[in-house]
């Protein structure tokens, strides 16, 4: 499977973007899929992930501010991020949960200033 992200970018606090995933090689749909986030210096971690079937779950510094969705049809996700601070600053990946073994695109930078 081969995963590209897309959408990151430099923005203002409070700002939004919308982070997108394009995945080939393999149909997602029946995985669990995920957005990580790797800030500088700091291991990779869990931001929002969404089940096969549609269920999401959300680490608490982005609850109420981050909105993860699939498209299976598309073989794509996206990560909405509203009301943006600096410490979102950070390289975003999205790949299953548990990630696929070895397989990890390029990221997208998201750089949000004060």
């Known amino acids: 499977v081969q995963l590209v992200e897309s959408g990151g970018g430099l923005v203002q606090t409070g700002g939004s973007l919308r982070l997108s995933c394009a995945a080939s090689?393999?149909?997602?749909?029946?995985?669990?899929m995920a957005w990580y986030l790797q800030a500088p210096g700091k291991q990779r971690e869990l931001v929002a992930s969404?089940?096969?079937?549609?269920?999401?779950m959300y680490g608490d510094s982005v609850k109420g501010r981050f909105t993860i969705s699939r498209d299976n049809a598309k073989n794509t996700v996206h990560l909405q991020m509203n009301s943006l601070k600096p410490e979102d600053t950070a390289v975003y990946y999205c790949?299953?949960?548990?990630?696929?073994?070895?397989?990890w695109g390029q990221g997208t930078q998201v750089t949000v200033s004060s």
């Open positions: 790949n299953a949960d548990p990630p696929f073994a070895a397989t």
């Open positions: 090689g393999t149909a997602i749909s029946i995985y669990p």
């Open positions: 969404v089940t096969a079937e549609g269920r999401t």
